[in-house]
């Protein structure tokens, strides 16, 4: 085999390595938990932060757009502004990871919210299974 043949195959798969590194890396979600930010908050930093939205905590505005909770880890809490709208899954008692940075005045300022579901599938009850035939059957045209 000629020496260019290989170098030039070494660069491809060098090439084909690093971007499978970088699109892995790019969609895995690392993220502090409130201790972890509780225990040394920079300022204007970007941080992934989550945990367990605290019942009671959440206040929505749908006028303006803002919303406030608070995110605990069990230890500490963290106070977190957005302005938008939240996600479906985002409620109370649920897992949350939150996008953004620390501000000065002691608010975790959120620029994105990513809501966490169960990895269990859970069927619907039988009480409500008349509904969902209810349902099924207007969609597929017979409800007119």
Not at 25 to 30: D, I
Not at 53 to 62: I, N, Q, R, T
């Amino acid at each position: 085999m000629k020496p260019k043949f290989l170098i030039g195959g070494l660069v491809i798969v060098a090439a084909l390595a690093y971007m499978i590194y970088a699109g892995v890396s790019q969609s895995v979600v690392y993220f502090v938990t409130p201790s972890e930010l509780s225990a040394a908050p920079v300022a204007g930093k970007a941080y992934r932060l989550g945990g367990m939205v605290l019942p009671g905590s959440v206040k929505w505005e749908p006028r303006t757009l803002d919303l406030t909770f608070t995110l605990s880890d069990g230890k500490h809490t963290v106070p977190v502004r957005h302005k938008g709208t939240p996600p479906d899954l985002f409620g109370e008692g649920r897992g949350a990871v939150v996008e953004g940075s620390w501000a000065a005045d002691g608010y975790f300022k959120s620029s994105h919210i990513m809501a966490k579901h169960s990895e269990e599938y859970k069927a619907p009850h039988d009480a409500n299974a008349a509904g969902y035939k209810e349902l099924l059957r207007t969609l597929q045209g017979g409800g007119q």
